[in-house]
Nanobody, 115 residues
């Protein structure tokens, strides 16, 4: 069973930056996509961005131009670089890795943007 562990969350002031990491417990075969989602208090989980196996990225309009997804295959890790953070980015952030057979989710990491 693959475990995904997110880290890098915390408290940051508006305009600041954070980099979230999502580390898999082992190498995952046949990955079709890697994605980040977030869930704010009282709201449904929403899509943030994704990185396909071919290297294509797409982002929610609310984060486009501010967030970027990358990966380090040698470390089995996916990253979410978040710049120009806003209070409305406050949420628990989750990573998701999809294969041809399975979908894996991390446990989430809290990001709070506040002065």
């Amino acid at each position: 069973q693959v475990q995904l562990v997110e880290s890098g969350g915390g408290l940051v002031q508006p305009g600041g930056s954070l980099r979230l990491s999502c580390a898999a417990s082992r190498s995952i075969r046949s990955v079709t996509g890697r994605a980040w989602y977030r869930q704010a208090p009282g709201k449904q989980r929403e899509f943030v961005g994704a990185l396909t196996s071919g290297g294509t990225t797409n982002y929610a309009d609310s984060v486009k131009g501010r967030f970027s997804i990358s990966r380090d295959n040698a470390k089995n890790t996916v990253y979410l670089q978040m710049n120009s953070l806003k209070p409305e980015d406050t949420a628990v952030y989750y990573c998701k890795i999809t294969t041809i057979l399975s979908v894996y989710w991390g446990q989430g990491t809290q990001v709070t943007v506040s002065s």
